[in-house]
């Protein structure tokens, strides 16, 4: 596997919001940190944090290549998708650190925007180890 290749896996995995897909991009014992400070290990880990993907519709995954070499890769992507759920919106918000944007009672749920740095090392056909990094906004009109 190569960045371009993981990428598209990524890409693919999100827009589908497939936790099995996404965790079938690692191998057996692989992490994905999705902050400098968090990391989920392993399959059941990987599938378990994906599914928060369920909070979002109409999710778009764009990415560019930066850097590829034997065994690693760096690549910038944005993401942008519709809040599916008030409730699990927040609950997810408040989780991992995203401000909620400003709104009141009755406002439409956000459009938000991703924008981040993903750093892989592969071994075989599969990624061992990727790190994220990366900033959410409400979209802008």
Same mark, same amino acid.
């Given at each position: *596997?190569?960045? +371009?290749?993981? =990428? &598209? !896996? @990524?890409?693919?995995? %999100?827009?589908?919001?497939?936790?099995? *897909?996404?965790?079938?991009?690692?191998?057996?014992?692989?992490? @994905? &940190?999705?902050?400098?400070?968090?990391?989920? #290990?392993?399959?059941?880990?990987? /599938?378990? @944090? %994906?599914?928060?993907? +369920?909070?979002?519709?109409?999710?778009?995954?764009?990415?560019?290549?930066?850097? $590829?070499?034997?065994? $690693?890769?760096?690549?910038?992507?944005?993401?942008? @998708?519709? /809040?599916? $759920? +008030?409730?699990?919106?927040?609950? %997810?918000?408040?989780?991992?650190?995203? $401000?909620?944007?400003?709104?009141?009672?009755?406002?439409?749920?956000?459009? =938000? /925007?991703?924008?981040?740095?993903?750093?892989?090392?592969?071994?075989?056909?599969?990624?061992? /180890?990727? #790190?994220? %990094?990366? &900033?959410?906004?409400?979209?802008? !009109?």
């Amino acid at each position: *596997m190569n960045i +371009e290749q993981f =990428m &598209h !896996g @990524y890409k693919a995995a %999100w827009e589908r919001r497939d936790p099995a *897909m996404f965790a079938a991009l690692f191998v057996p014992d692989g992490e @994905y &940190h999705n902050t400098p400070f968090q990391v989920q #290990r392993g399959t059941a880990q990987l /599938v378990e @944090y %994906w599914k928060r993907v +369920e909070l979002q519709e109409d999710v778009r995954v764009g990415f560019e290549i930066l850097a $590829s070499a034997a065994g $690693s890769g760096v690549a910038h992507w944005r993401t942008t @998708y519709q /809040v599916a $759920s +008030e409730e699990l919106f927040q609950i %997810w918000a408040k989780s991992t650190g995203t $401000s909620l944007p400003p709104r009141k009672p009755g406002d439409p749920l956000p459009r =938000m /925007v991703l924008d981040g740095v993903l750093h892989a090392t592969f071994s075989g056909e599969r990624c061992a /180890v990727a #790190r994220i %990094w990366w &900033h959410s906004l409400p979209q802008q !009109g």
